[in-house]
């Protein structure tokens, strides 16, 4: 683990100041990403829950007023989103109630804050990408609990942003991709929900799409909700059937050719419900931005053959 808390210096660039960025959450898969985006542009201040534990109010005044920085990137969470389901205290207290003080301190300092949160939001009964106008109706613990933190954020300063992620993977962190390549290689035959539709998203791709929408070209300075991922949403199976096809071609021993079809209710693991459909529409995004994410398949083929950006 890298060691956290210190100021990594920056190379100024010309003609731009550049900014303090601390980055709560930095040692997980999006975090590291965000390190590697913005370390070189800008001064970042990595924070891991060592100094800041979201679950311990106690410890994030002390330590967040003692910092001096413009912006602070909230991608810590409880992300296991059955843990969630059993410990609901905790997914409130980690998801919600940590960052309404964080946005609470940040608001005082004249901070920004960037508030990662998640698709399941939305309860995937629409039956086409989702928006950030449409209306959100959480039905897992984790969910609600992310939802709560968005509103909190939000209400903290209305200048915030609260940015919508899904189905990440990247090189920071193994993730689906790694999990599913690793059982075709052990096993000779393999389901996954083929009703379950989402945006796979890269990591990189998203610290660099974070990097537009907060920095732009000097004329963007967004607030509110927006959905970030790569384009052309996929089936669960979909997804892990491209994983395996391009980590056979990659030289790994793939056992299984085809991943069967199951369906979502048919894991007997899952504690939380999921959304069917979320799928996220990033035209909000693309439209401020000028920028068009790329296919996930082209991210994911990148990351698999050791050619991360
Ligand atoms: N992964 C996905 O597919 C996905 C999809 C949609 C949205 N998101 C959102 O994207 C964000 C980043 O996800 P990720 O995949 O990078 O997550 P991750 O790899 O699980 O990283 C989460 C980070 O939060 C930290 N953390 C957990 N509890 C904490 C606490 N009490 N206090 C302080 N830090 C704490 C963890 O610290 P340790 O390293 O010490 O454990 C970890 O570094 C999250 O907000 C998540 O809700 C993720």
């Known amino acids: 683990m890298m060691p956290l808390d210190s100021p990594i210096s920056s190379r100024r660039l010309p003609e731009e100041v ?21 370390r070189n542009e800008h001064t970042v201040i990595p924070l891991g829950r060592e ?53 609470r301190i940040c608001a005082k300092k004249g ?12 309860d995937g009964a629409k039956p086409d990408a989702y928006t950030e106008e449409d209306p959100v109706h959480p039905i897992s613990v984790y969910a609600a609990s992310k939802r709560k933190g968005e509103d909190y954020v939000m209400e903290a300063s209305e200048e915030n942003l609260v940015v919508r992620l899904s189905w990440l993977f990247g090189p920071g962190k193994p993730a689906f991709p790694e999990w599913i390549i690793a059982k075709a290689c052990r096993e000779a035959a393999l389901t996954l929900p083929a009703e379950k539709i989402g945006c796979p998203s890269y990591a990189p791709d998203i610290a660099m799409w974070l990097d537009a929408l907060i920095f732009g070209t000097g004329s963007v300075d967004a607030s509110g909700v927006f959905h970030l991922c790569n384009s052309d949403p996929c089936t669960w199976q979909e997804w892990g059937q491209y994983c395996i096809d391009v980590a056979r071609a990659c030289g790994h021993p793939v056992r299984v050719d085809q991943i069967g079809a199951s369906t979502m209710d048919s894991i007997e693991t899952f504690a939380a419900k999921r959304p069917v459909n979320s799928a996220m529409s990033t035209g909000k995004f693309q439209r401020l931005t000028g920028i068009t994410p790329r296919p996930w398949k082209e991210a994911l083929r990148e990351h698999l053959e050791g050619n991360p950006k």
């Open 51 to 103: 100094t800041v534990d979201l679950a311990h109010p106690a410890s994030i005044a002390p330590n967040l007023e003692a910092l001096d920085f413009d912006l602070l990137i909230l991608s810590a969470a409880l992300t296991a989103v059955d843990h969630c389901e059993t410990f609901e205290d905790e997914a409130y207290a980690v998801n919600a109630e940590g960052p309404r003080e964080v946005a």
């Open 18 to 38: 550049p900014k303090r960025i601390a980055i709560l959450g930095a040692n997980g898969r999006l975090g590291k990403a965000l390190l590697a985006r913005f």
């Open 111 to 122: 901070a920004k804050v960037v508030y990662i949160s998640t698709d399941f939001v939305f």
